[in-house]
């Protein structure tokens, strides 16, 4: 066979649909709880507020702990959802993260990645924000700045819960969802875009605004797995950019 012929094969396999990582049957069950999620989030943003919340506030400070522990265990119960179409179809759990570290050099790369990704990642942010404040006016939506950690206890729980959804969420959304997405579509655009709209929609509890906006991280964080070919960059990325945001970066910018 010529070179040319070669390299078109290669170039045909290279481009040619993957394969799913769980049934189609299995994909439209997580999409229904996503479904679920979006109109238990509906109702939160529109219930009148109670409990002792603030007005503008989607829930009052003495419910932050419950709150994280609901989250981190929602996290883990969905992860373990994506996890059993996998298995079910003879893949194992790393299948979904792309593959553990290999050596030290490999974890320094990661690392390397991390802190570009997260200037970016903070751009893109403040960017939707702007963008929507200006063209939208300000928005309605009641927020969970009232949930942010104050105590120790809260601090370490809410590290906690960002180490979770570093995990849990980049496995669910990137590795599986994305995945799947690609399988269907055969398009790996498609697959970034349609998992960072399902991403953001599943936190339709904090008002369209920020589904807007976390559905554009989403794709980035999609981007990044897309590029790399696995989930340790977005992991690390992730459960920082959680933990700078919900509690750290309060006590550098004061």
Not at 98 to 125: C, H, M, N, Q, Y
Not at 142 to 164: G, M, Y
Request: include cysteine; charged fraction near 10%.
């Amino acid at each position: 066979m010529r070179e040319n012929e070669v390299r078109a094969t290669d170039n045909s396999a290279a481009c040619a649909k993957p394969e799913q990582v769980a049934s189609w049957a299995h994909l439209a069950g997580f999409l229904l709880i996503g479904a679920g999620v979006v109109a238990l989030g509906f109702l939160a943003q529109h219930a009148p507020s109670g409990g002792g919340a603030a007005p503008g506030q989607l829930a009052s400070h003495s419910k932050a702990i419950p709150i994280y522990l609901t989250a981190i265990l929602m996290d883990w119960a969905l992860l373990y959802y994506c996890f059993g179409g996998v298995n079910h179809r003879g893949g194992s759990f790393w299948a979904l993260a792309g593959g553990r570290w290999s050596s030290w050099k490999s974890v320094a790369v990661d690392l390397t990645i991390v802190l570009p990704f997260w200037v970016l990642w903070e751009g893109a942010a403040y960017g939707v924000h702007w963008l929507l404040a200006n063209t939208a006016g300000p928005g309605s939506a009641k927020t969970v700045v009232s949930l942010l950690p104050q105590s120790l206890l809260e601090v370490l729980i809410w590290i906690a819960t960002s180490i979770t959804a570093g995990v849990c969420e980049e496995m669910v959304f990137r590795g599986y969802v994305q995945r799947q997405l690609h399988a269907l579509s055969g398009n790996v655009v498609a697959a970034v875009l349609g998992q960072g709209l399902v991403f953001g929609l599943f936190h339709s509890y904090q008002g369209w605004e920020n589904v807007a906006v976390i559905s554009v991280l989403g794709v980035l964080y999609g981007a990044l797995a897309a590029w790399r070919g696995n989930l340790r960059a977005n992991m690390i990325a992730h459960a920082w950019g959680d933990v700078w945001e919900g509690w750290l970066k309060f006590l550098v910018i004061r």
